[in-house]
């Protein structure tokens, strides 16, 4: 591996956990694309596939989702209680999605990823007007969060409906090794009603459990590459704890309209590498 390699493996860390950690997205679809085009496109990392990208992520993502995490929890920034009843629908989703990333094609991968990721903009960008639904609303389960500038909401979640919904979102985050944040930050924000912190590092509990499923799955499959796996860690440890200190000193409108902005621009890379490729 060449030092160019070695340094733009460390920026890509760097700035994938941070961006990642900030919105509640861990990173992952920072991560994936990048080393796709980085391996296949730019030819600057060797051995680089779809599979492998998504493999890699993943481990990624175990060292993101954790380090996000705790510091969130020490910020009294995520909602560990219902983050356990979520996690009951992602772990199984995030097996059975590692197990079909087996049959994407490369022109595949980046058509439906990127309309999956403009589909949660628009979504985003119209969720005001989106009154709550009754259906994952529970009053037996209703919180209120207070942000820093003064702001209360009120949330809940229906166990049922909670469980249903984040088995689908572990099957995507198997599938595209997106640590699920790409989808389970906007369904909190969205769905749940769940404050934009709170959304966040609730997120990012998340993603630290299933990752490790996820990276089970991918390992056995033989889908990581670990000399890159270990620089990327290396780099998303610190860039998770910087991410977490800007989250803090953000607005929630801030952070949505960043989150929004994010997954928008991604996703029209995406579908315009697969019409042209």
């Not at 995490?69 to 629908?89: E, R, S, V, W």
């Not at 790409?182 to 769940?194: C, D, G, W």
């Amino acid at each position: 591996m060449t030092i160019q390699a070695i340094v733009i493996l460390i920026i890509l860390g760097l700035f994938s956990s941070i961006i990642g950690a900030i919105v509640g997205i861990g990173g992952g679809i920072i991560i994936v694309p990048t080393l796709i085009y980085l391996g296949i496109d730019a030819g600057i990392i060797d051995g680089i596939t779809p599979q492998k990208a998504i493999g890699t992520s993943t481990v990624i993502l175990i060292s993101t989702g954790l380090t996000a995490a705790i510091g969130y929890m020490k910020n009294k920034q995520a909602d560990l209680k219902n983050a356990l009843i979520f996690m009951i629908g992602i772990i199984p989703g995030a097996l059975i999605g590692a197990h079909l990333s087996q049959y994407l094609t490369l022109h595949s991968f980046n058509l439906y990823f990127g309309i999956f990721l403009i589909i949660m903009s628009i979504v985003l960008l119209v969720r005001d007007k989106i009154k709550p639904i009754k259906l994952f609303q529970s009053a037996a389960h209703m919180k209120t969060f207070t942000d820093a500038e003064g702001k209360m909401y009120e949330y809940s979640i229906a166990p049922i409906p909670a469980i249903i919904a984040t088995f689908f979102v572990g099957c995507l985050t198997g599938l595209f090794g997106i640590g699920g944040g790409a989808l389970m930050t906007p369904l909190m924000i969205i769905v749940f009603r769940f404050p934009p912190h709170i959304a966040v590092g609730t997120s990012m509990i998340m993603i630290f459990v299933s990752s490790i499923t996820g990276a089970v799955s991918h390992m056995v499959q033989g889908n990581i590459i670990w000399i890159y796996a270990i620089i990327l860690i290396f780099a998303s440890f610190i860039g998770a704890k910087l991410g977490v200190t800007i989250n803090k000193r953000m607005k929630s409108s801030s952070v949505v309209t960043m989150l929004r902005a994010i997954l928008m621009l991604l996703g029209m890379y995406l579908i315009i590498k697969s019409l042209i490729s």
